[in-house]
């Protein structure tokens, strides 16, 4: 899958762990020199390499975003391949969430996806070339118990991608969504309780999970081949598409 990737320059955002860490490692496995991009400096020197430069930026500043792509642009040549990965969670029973709960996770989930595909778009209309891929979660489109802020935004991030692509259709840009189950980063191990990625795997009647049937939880590897598949000319033909990576957690509802 290096066809489309190898030579290109790819922007990842949420570079510095977990999803985001394994896409850039496959970008660069095809080829790609990849912006690798954080709020987290000491996690993005982890990813140092000749085909990775790392660039602090917040993709909650709507300036912030603008002055790194331009940045990148200049420093590392024209993006052709965005993959949108930073996320955070806020879990909780929707009675106690609080507004800044709320707000919080939409302004890097959904509005942080909004402002770096804005930003990146223009040259690769002008170009008629490019690929963006956003990383959402199965819980868009499953209702998930003490996930309704995360849930919600990752929704709107993935309907937003699949507009974008609408609108780019005519201009070459090909836009996607990945959409994870339960994977073995960070924020997943966080959430973990006394009985670990087991209780995962076998889901939970009280909270409405039926677990997963591939009876594992999806390595970051394997969510970043499904971006590098997306990312490469082997789907030059697809767009406007959610692929589930989540070992039948969901059911395909």
């Known amino acids: 899958m290096t066809a489309g990737i190898a030579g290109r320059v790819g922007l990842v955002t949420g570079a510095a762990g977990g999803i985001g860490a394994a896409v850039v490692r496959a970008l660069t496995a095809a080829g790609a020199s990849v912006a690798a991009v954080d709020v987290d400096e000491p996690g993005l020197k982890e990813l140092a390499g000749d085909q990775v430069l790392s660039y602090v930026g917040d993709v909650r500043s709507s300036d912030a975003v603008t002055d790194l792509v331009a940045r990148v642009e200049r420093e590392m ?29 939409f302004e890097v989930n959904a509005s942080g996806v909004f402002r770096v595909c804005r930003a990146v778009a223009p040259a690769m209309v002008a170009r008629r070339d490019g690929v963006i891929v956003t990383v959402a979660s199965n819980a868009a489109t499953v209702p998930r118990v003490h996930l309704a802020a995360y849930a919600s935004a990752k929704a709107a991030a993935a309907h937003f991608t699949r507009c974008l692509g609408l609108e780019l259709a005519e201009h070459g840009v090909r836009c996607n969504v990945v959409s994870p189950g339960s994977t073995d980063t960070g924020m997943l191990r966080a959430a973990y309780g006394p009985e670990g990625p087991a209780a995962v795997v076998r889901g939970s009647l009280p909270l409405y999970r039926i677990g997963i049937p591939l009876g594992r939880v999806a390595r970051p590897e394997d969510v970043a081949a499904a971006v590098t598949f997306l990312a490469s000319d082997a789907a030059r033909h697809i767009t406007l598409q959610d692929l589930l990576v989540d070992g039948g957690a969901s059911l395909r509802a």
Do not use: F, K, M, Q
């Open 77 to 105: 040549g024209p993006i052709g391949i965005l993959v949108n990965v930073a996320g955070i969670l806020r879990e909780g029973p929707v009675v106690s969430l609080t507004d800044e709960d709320w707000a919080a996770v």
